[in-house]
């Protein structure tokens, strides 16, 4: 099995890009699909990126994913930050032992 | 739009056993993968248990393997959950969740959730 290591919090001020990091501890980050999840404090999660850099409909494109081979991470990047961002963000894969794995999550504040 | 609706969380004693359900709409059911996450109170997620489109490939995170059964009826468009043996570091929210794909090989890749259903193992 494999860790996804978070940043336990980031904060930034409206307007700004925050960038949330995500490390896998072992097995390429590429093998594997990385998604990110939003949640907002009391309500259920939701889907911003999918399959490393894919946006559901709706998400905005303030949104984007992406990858780094280099340093066996994943990221996600907000621009323009909005009051409405503050919430937890978790990445998440799998691996070939059919295991899903979630990073133990980001807390942003937007202050 | 799709809809996934928990049920049949509640205060069980340790020892004991509950069945979780998920009605799910809006969506071809029997199409996709299907799976379980839960948090604990204050706590990240935790991915529980996931089943292929056609019910017939299962997998399981270590902590609930040989405890819990996760199921589903495609005629119904309902997942379930079978929980034995329940412990208090079981008590969670449990998120029934669509798999963006079939997950024949367990690939999780969630693009709903519903709206939870808190288990509380407790004496």
């Known amino acids: 099995n494999f860790m996804l290591t978070q940043p336990h919090s980031v904060s930034e001020s409206p307007g700004k890009t925050v960038i949330i990091s995500c490390t896998r501890s072992?097995?390429?980050?590429?093998?594997?699909?990385v998604q990110w999840y939003q949640q907002r404090p009391g309500s259920s999660p939701t889907t911003v990126i999918y399959e490393d850099n894919q946006r559901p409909s709706g998400v905005p494109d303030r949104f984007s994913g992406s990858i780094d081979s280099s340093s066996n991470s994943a990221s996600l990047t907000i621009s323009g930050l909005k009051t409405e961002d503050e919430a937890d963000y978790y990445c998440q894969s799998y691996d070939s032992s059919n295991h899903g794995e979630f990073g133990g999550g980001t807390k942003l504040t937007v202050l | 739009q799709v809809q996934l609706v928990e049920s049949g969380g509640g205060v069980v004693q340790p020892g004991r056993s509950l069945r979780l359900s998920c009605a799910a709409s809006g969506f071809t059911f029997s199409s996709y993968g299907m799976h379980w996450v839960r948090q604990a109170p204050g706590k990240g997620l935790e991915w529980v248990a996931v089943?292929?489109?056609?019910?017939?490939?299962?997998y399981y995170a270590d902590s609930v393997k040989g405890r819990f059964t996760i199921s589903r009826d495609n005629s119904k468009n309902t997942l379930y959950l079978q929980m034995n043996s329940l412990r208090a570091e079981d008590t969670a929210v449990y998120y029934c969740?669509?798999?963006?794909?079939?997950?024949?090989?367990?690939?999780?890749?969630?693009?709903?959730w519903g709206q939870g259903t808190l288990v509380t193992v407790s004496s």
């Open positions: 969740a669509k798999d963006l794909g079939k997950s024949i090989t367990g690939t999780t890749k969630v693009d709903y």
């Open positions: 089943i292929s489109y056609d019910g017939n490939n299962k």
């Open positions: 072992s097995g390429s980050i590429a093998s594997n699909y």
